[in-house]
């Protein structure tokens, strides 16, 4: 038996996708996990198809939170139950490649690092890869991620005995987990990149403009209110990160 990996994963009107995105995670070629599935007070049946699935495999864990609170505090309701040494997350739409988790424990465990993240693929709305492929960095700091938000949620895995978990809740901010990455960064952690594409990321169709827009509000606030960074500062990450953004979806 290897150490245990908790994956917890955030679960709000995803019936489509559940079956789909955990049997991704039941074909792990690394065995020792448990899946800790927070539903967020969904009205499509997610919670009942989760209990059937739980009742097929006794590694997969069903939380259902009392009321809606968002992706934020379902992750950290399922980060706080976590019972293994490592931790990883895990969007309900998106898709693991079968050996995620045994590759990046090995290049963590290599690299005897705290925080490592890997390469990912844009996926459609079935969540086929596009062939568009965001690679990572060998390795990225706290300045580094202002400029470039890289770390994408369900790429990430943690080591429990190196980092403090009260680091990995998230706050309740417009994306959180670009927050909580620079959180941790800011006190003296770097993030490892493994350069392998091991991830779907699944965008289905829907208003580009509106996204972009929203994307920009979202990193202007996180610069000026959540990290208070100046006028200045915000405008010099806010253009490094503008270009990736653009070069990343070319």
């Excluded at 245990?4 to 009107?13: E, G, K, Q, T």
């Excluded at 290599?110 to 990912?120: G, N, S």
């Excluded at 680091?167 to 952690?189: F, Q």
């Amino acid at each position: 038996m290897g150490e245990l990996v908790s994956i917890v994963m955030p679960v709000y009107h995803a019936a489509d996708y559940l079956e789909r995105t955990i049997g991704c995670v039941r074909g792990q070629t690394y065995p020792d996990w448990e899946l800790i599935a927070v539903d967020d007070c969904s009205t499509d049946g997610s919670f009942a198809l989760l209990e059937r699935l739980a009742r097929e495999d006794p590694r997969i864990r069903p939380v259902r939170l009392k009321s809606n609170r968002g992706a934020a505090q379902a992750r950290n309701r399922g980060t706080g139950l976590a019972r293994g040494r490592y931790l990883a997350f895990l969007d309900a739409d998106d898709v693991w490649a079968a050996v995620k988790l045994e590759r990046e424990l090995a290049f963590l465990e290599e690299k005897q690092a705290a925080f490592a993240f890997t390469a990912y693929e844009f996926g459609d709305g079935e969540g086929k890869g596009t062939g568009r492929v965001v690679a990572v960095p060998e390795t990225l700091s706290y300045r580094e991620a202002l400029s470039r938000t890289v770390i994408f949620t369900s790429t990430v895995l943690f080591d429990l005995e190196k980092i403090d978990r009260a680091l990995l809740m998230m706050p309740d901010v417009k994306s959180e987990d670009t927050a909580a990455w620079w959180n941790i960064l800011r006190h003296g952690y770097t993030a490892c990149g493994l350069n392998e594409n091991l991830v779907i990321y699944r965008r289905p169709a829907r208003s580009l403009s509106s996204n972009k827009l929203e994307a920009v509000r979202r990193i202007w606030y996180l610069y000026r209110r959540q990290e208070g960074l100046s006028v200045a500062e915000s405008c010099f990450h806010f253009c490094f990160w503008a270009w990736r953004a653009v070069a990343r979806r070319i």
